[in-house]
């Protein structure tokens, strides 16, 4: 897993935060957070290798799963996160779920070409 600075965790929190407050507004429901406490954790999806990983967010609407993972530019990069697109983007497909990643607006472009490499280019990108 990617190690972020406390800078960059802080800012990955906020996002999370940011972004269940939004879906909260827009009228989701069944939200799960692994990263707030006062929510259930989402479920575990298989990797490509076996190994487990937990998106940042779930949400449900209008009777879709909504899969939200959250990165910061310092992590956007990293094999790690290619395992874990892997296995949302495998898990939204056998779930006609949706996958969805948040990047600050700055790591938008980086996160387009991941996308475009990993021949993932439906998953939709918002930024903060």
Request: no cysteine; proline share 3%; hydrophobic share 30%.
């Amino acid at each position: 897993m990617g190690k972020r600075t406390s800078e960059s965790q802080s800012k990955h929190d906020y996002m999370i935060t940011s972004l269940v407050r939004y879906l909260i507004e827009q009228g989701y429901s069944d939200i799960k957070s692994s990263h707030l406490g006062h929510f259930e954790n989402p479920t575990e999806m298989q990797g490509r290798d076996g190994t487990p990983h937990r998106s940042d967010v779930i949400a449900w609407k209008d009777g879709k799963e909504y899969i939200f993972e959250v990165e910061t530019s310092d992590t956007i990069d990293l094999d790690y996160t290619r395992e874990q697109f892997e296995a949302f983007y495998d898990y939204a497909r056998e779930h006609q779920a949706e996958f969805n990643v948040l990047v600050p607006k700055k790591s938008e472009g980086t996160a387009k070409h991941l996308l475009n490499d990993m021949n993932m280019p439906e998953v939709k990108i918002w930024t903060i």
